[in-house]
């Protein structure tokens, strides 16, 4: 099993800046790929970003240009450094590990989340 756990949400004015963190635990050694996905009230969760094994990003276009994923694999985590944030990023964060190789925007497809983080933005 891999225990995933998110900090770093907020509130944040438009413009401003976050910073997400998710520490994984457990049998981490069985992760490929993380990813990011989000969930604002009413609507269905989207992929935000992800990053596997080798380094290899895929991000949303709504976010491409604006969030950056990284990975610190000496200590089990993954970061999205949100910048330029607009007030449709509100939503609640999770994060997420797929076993199996290669990226997926499908968050079916992600094997572990995390209970969320929730980031607001105000206009």
């Known amino acids: 099993q891999v225990q995933l756990v998110e900090s770093g949400g907020g509130l944040v004015q438009a413009g401003g800046s976050l910073r997400l963190s998710c520490a994984a635990s457990g049998r981490t050694s069985s992760i490929s790929v993380m990813g990011w996905f989000r969930q604002a009230p009413g609507k269905e969760r989207e992929f935000v970003a992800a990053?596997?094994?080798?380094?290899?990003?895929h991000y949303a276009d709504s976010v491409k240009g604006r969030f950056t994923i990284s990975r610190n694999y000496a200590k089990n985590t993954v970061y999205l450094q949100m910048d330029s944030l607009k007030p449709e990023d509100t939503a609640v964060y999770y994060c997420?590990?797929?076993?199996?190789?290669?990226?997926?925007?499908?968050?079916?497809?992600?094997?572990?989340r995390g209970q969320g983080t929730q980031v607001t933005v105000s206009s």
């Open positions: 997420a590990a797929k076993i199996s190789l290669g990226i997926s925007t499908l968050g079916d497809q992600y094997n572990f």
């Open positions: 990053i596997n094994w080798s380094g290899s990003i």
